[in-house]
């Protein structure tokens, strides 16, 4: 366990930028927008090599190629502001890598399977959350549970409302979209292999080692089982007892 | 007896982190609330510290189930056990006046070890529904540690996080259940028996 926590500060700006409504900031002038990308991409390069805590202003700048006055000009809130701008922008790309995969779905079963496989497959081929997870996972992991979690819950919900709203009514699509992310979680932070391989819990045999948390992808034929097997049915379930339509299993496949 | 010495260094740990949180608590307090020498403290727990709080969680954890066990013992069948079961479970989370602490003021110190062990307790919790599928038919092509993995793994998402279901509400409880719970087990109204145990 790790000794020391991140900065107080530090959790509060993530948290503002997992929550809904992250502040927007004053509309930036063209010339600033390629900056504020240029510095950005800076600082993902720096995560992914030092972690969250050691990056520097000084780090960014020396990557960005630019001054460290240029920086503070386009993140005049310094480190923090910066920080934040850059998990509000992979958050952002996150969900339109999904929307873009998911609007070119069929049918619901195909969106379902198609979140389960590209939303694990993001989170774990992320440089950054790969470095931050491993050497600093107490930034990260306090909001992938608990009351925390909640909120990531229904950020993600309101994403995933669209696209199961029909068959379900509002509430349902959101409830079935929090769903989904449950076993994105579980699937990617515990996988499979490491439930098969636990020894029983006991407090007078304790881990040796803290295994290393990181996030697995969930393969496709996984994703395809949990559909078939688990979603369908339970989603039949909550369109029959809504009366929406009839209690079979076609809504799965109509486009 | 050694099982004994190492359970009294844990459950004095366990006193220390009640008193000052996780990052205040020192091996020396630890040492001397257990009334063990450092020496001593260190031949049970060589990993030090680190080593003598994940125990605490450990213990905490197993206890936390154990419990909760208890209460579903008597479940006729599934769905009861489930109703139940998450009832309980959410109401444990919500007045565990220690946990609650910890999640306020250090989460960044209890969430990672959390983490750390949950293959462990999706695997005990797996065990758990595994023996209570045993015999049972489940709906074409589901295997039995398939059903059993999958319920382990959101039985304990919705303990820590109910997301828009309120587990206080047993008509709320039972629809989940019902639904993202046990639809895919067996068909909608199929009864799903436990013998006593």
Same mark, same amino acid.
């Given at each position: ?16 930028? =997992? ?9 930036? %002038? ?9 510095? =950005? ?24 190629? !630019? ?40 049918? !619901? ?6 979140? =389960? ?65 449950? =076993?994105? !979680? %579980? ?44 979603? !369908? ?8 007892? %809504?009366?929406?339509? %009839? ?9 | ?197």
């Amino acid at each position: 366990m790790a000794s020391e926590g991140p900065r107080p500060d530090e959790v509060v700006v993530v948290a503002a930028h =997992l929550g809904p409504g992250a502040p927007a900031g004053l509309a930036p %002038s063209p010339s600033t927008v390629s900056s504020r990308a240029r510095v =950005l991409d800076a600082a993902l390069a720096c995560v992914a090599r030092f972690g969250v805590t050691k990056t520097t202003i000084e780090d960014v700048a020396r990557e960005a190629r !630019l001054s460290r006055a240029t920086l503070y000009r386009v993140f005049p809130g310094g480190r923090d502001e910066l920080v934040a701008a850059l998990v509000s922008r992979e958050v952002d790309r996150f969900f339109s890598v999904l929307t873009r995969r998911m609007d070119g779905c069929p049918n !619901l079963a195909d969106k379902l399977e198609t979140f =389960l496989t590209s939303s694990s497959a993001q989170l774990a081929a992320h440089d950054g959350l790969r470095v931050v997870l491993g050497h600093e996972p107490e930034i990260v992991l306090p909001y992938l549970s608990f009351a925390h979690f909640d909120r990531v819950l229904a950020v993600c919900a309101r994403f995933l409302e669209t696209y199961l709203s029909p068959p379900l009514g509002a509430e349902d699509a959101r409830r079935v979209g929090e769903w989904l992310v449950r =076993l994105v !979680l %579980s699937s990617a932070l515990c996988p499979p292999g490491e439930v098969e391989a636990a020894v029983s819990l006991d407090s007078a045999r304790p881990l040796a080692s803290t295994r290393p948390v990181r996030l697995e992808e969930i393969p496709q034929p996984t994703a395809g089982r949990l559909v078939k097997n688990f979603l !369908l049915p339970g989603i039949e379930v909550l369109v029959a007892r %809504s009366g929406r339509g %009839s209690s079979d299993r076609s809504f799965a496949t109509r486009p | 007896m050694a099982r004994d010495v190492r359970m009294g260094i844990v459950e004095a740990a366990y006193g220390c982190v009640v008193r000052r949180g996780i990052g205040a608590t020192s091996l020396e307090e630890v040492a001397r609330a257990a009334g063990v020498s450092r020496a001593t403290l260190y031949r049970y727990f060589p990993g030090g510290r680190d080593e003598v709080i994940g125990a605490v969680v450990s213990w905490q954890t197993l206890s936390f189930f154990e419990v909760l066990a208890q209460a579903v013992a008597g479940a006729p069948d599934l769905e009861t056990l489930l109703v139940e079961g998450l009832l309980a479970a959410h109401r444990a989370v919500e007045e565990h006046a220690v946990l609650q602490r910890l999640l306020a003021t250090e989460p960044q110190l209890l969430v990672p070890q959390l983490t750390v062990e949950s293959p462990q307790i999706v695997a005990m919790l797996k065990g758990f529904f595994l023996a209570r599928f045993a015999g049972h038919r489940l709906r074409a092509g589901l295997e039995h540690a398939e059903a059993a993995d999958y319920v382990a793994r959101l039985v304990l998402s919705f303990i820590g996080s109910p997301g828009r279901w309120d587990l206080d509400d047993r008509d709320q409880v039972r629809e989940l259940v019902r639904s993202e719970i046990m639809a895919g087990l067996v068909a909608p109204g199929e009864p799903f028996e436990l013998s006593a145990s």
